[in-house]
């Protein structure tokens, strides 16, 4: 099984911060990456799928980059709802392991 | 407008059994791959099992393999999951969701708002 390893698992930022969430996988997954995010007592949300492709509707201040085995997912400006866990996801192959994910405060 | 809903969740007893159903609506369920994941309280997410469109091609993780058995419905747009022998650890929000994308596309779009099922005596 491909293991997902996320750091940091939490962390606080103020408002209009830049956030970066790194994701490594244990084997090679090529650009097989998602990150969603979830807020408490709500679903998953797809954010970036193929390591680096926005999903419709998300704000452009979320990118994601890496390939291979290091993936980042950036949050250039922080605002005040993307206070969340985020998680990260391989696709490649199954199980469609999971990172174990990272919160996100805002001061 | 896209949506799944899951039922089915309660609490049951250790080695019991529970079917939890995912109703889809606003899309062509019978093309789309569909999964199912899982949240013990506090956790973070597992996913659980995959099907294919037509059904043919399942996927299990190792966790609930043997004991859990997936399957879909496309003429009434539903999923399945059949859980037996359930264990303290199998304590989590299940959620099924949508595969979007081919290949190195594919992600979980849509998500349902997830049905609790509890294992304790």
């Known amino acids: 099984d491909i293991q997902m390893t996320q750091s940091p698992s939490s962390l606080s930022a103020s408002v209009e911060d830049r956030v970066t969430i790194t994701c490594r996988a244990s084997?090679?997954?090529?650009?097989?990456l998602n990150w969603y995010q979830q807020k408490p007592g709500k679903a998953p949300k797809v954010l970036i799928f193929?390591?680096?492709t926005l999903q419709r509707g998300v704000p452009s201040r979320f990118s994601g980059s890496g390939s291979g085995t290091d993936f980042i997912l950036t949050i250039s400006s922080l605002q005040p709802e993307d206070s969340a866990t985020y998680y990260c996801?391989?696709?490649?192959?199954?199980?469609?392991?999971f990172g174990q994910g990272t919160t996100l405060e805002i001061k | 407008e896209v949506q799944l809903v899951e039922s089915g969740g309660d609490l049951v007893q250790p080695g019991g059994s529970l079917r939890l159903s995912c109703a889809a609506s606003?899309?062509?369920?019978?093309?789309?791959?569909m999964n199912w994941v899982r949240q013990a309280p506090g956790r973070g997410l597992e996913w659980v099992s995959y099907i294919s469109s037509s059904g043919t091609t399942i996927y299990y993780s190792d966790s609930v393999k043997g004991r859990f058995t997936v399957s879909r419905d496309n003429a009434k747009n539903s999923l399945y999951l059949h859980m037996n022998s359930l264990r303290a650890e199998d304590t989590a929000v299940y959620y099924c969701?949508?595969?979007?994308?081919?290949?190195?596309?594919?992600?979980?779009?849509?998500w349902g708002q997830g049905t609790l099922v509890t294992v304790s005596s």
């Open positions: 606003g899309f062509t369920f019978s093309s789309y791959e």
């Open positions: 084997q090679n997954i090529n650009s097989y």
């Open positions: 193929a390591a680096s």
């Open positions: 996801q391989q696709s490649h192959s199954t199980p469609y392991t």
């Open positions: 969701a949508r595969t979007f994308g081919v290949v190195i596309t594919g992600r979980f779009d849509c």
